[in-house]
């Protein structure tokens, strides 16, 4: 049994080891409350609860950082979306579930969007009509105008012949300029 002391006499004694341990108690009289301490030391208190909680402040920030270093770890290509997880008080678990719900709402939307292009990009056709400069006049000349349409109803109809031109319409149409009767 280790020999209890006082601040004032400290003494040592061997330990069960055979090394020598030192002991500091400080002692307090049986049945006094902690209003009775306080009263009577409140300096010994007061640092008592300040090494306490400096203590525990220090636990808590050697916590959080290991927590943040986990987060980190968790999601590198984002450190962003680490911090605010963190700052949030979520779990590595809980926000990699989070990163997959918000994931998957935006793949969601990107497909619905992605296929309401597909459909108005099926019904689009090309038209060329005259435009107006700023003088009023026309800008294109009738008979270009309609080997133009003419080209463009040919092209919006055929997939093959786009496949053929590679999808580019100015070589079809300046094709089809020199030889319209071969799509006639």
């Keep these: 049994m280790a020999k209890i002391t006082t601040p004032e006499s400290s003494n040592t004694e ?17 049945g006094m409350s902690a209003e009775q301490m306080k009263k009577s030391n409140p300096e010994a208190v007061k640092q008592m609860e300040e090494a306490a909680a400096a203590k525990a402040k220090a636990e ?20 962003d979306f680490a911090i605010e997880s963190h ?7 809980d926000a990699k579930a989070k990163r997959y719900d918000d994931v998957s709402a935006k793949v969601k939307t990107l497909e619905t969007e992605n296929a309401d292009l597909k459909k108005k990009t099926e019904n689009l056709n090309v038209t060329f009509g005259s435009d107006n400069d700023e003088s009023g006049e026309g800008g294109a000349k009738t008979g270009d105008d309609e080997w133009q ?17 590679s999808g580019n319409k100015t070589a079809f149409f300046a094709y089809y300029k020199k030889r319209p009767h071969e799509f006639k």
């Design 14 to 30: 061997p330990a069960a080891g055979g090394t020598k341990q030192e002991t500091l108690v400080e002692k307090t009289p049986l």
């Design 60 to 79: 808590a920030k050697a916590e959080s950082d290991k927590a943040l270093d986990e987060m980190k770890a968790a999601f590198p290509e984002d450190l």
């Design 87 to 93: 700052k949030a008080g979520l779990s590595v678990n």
């Design 149 to 165: 349409n003419e080209a463009a109803k040919i092209w919006n109809k055929d997939d093959k012949l786009q496949s053929e031109f």
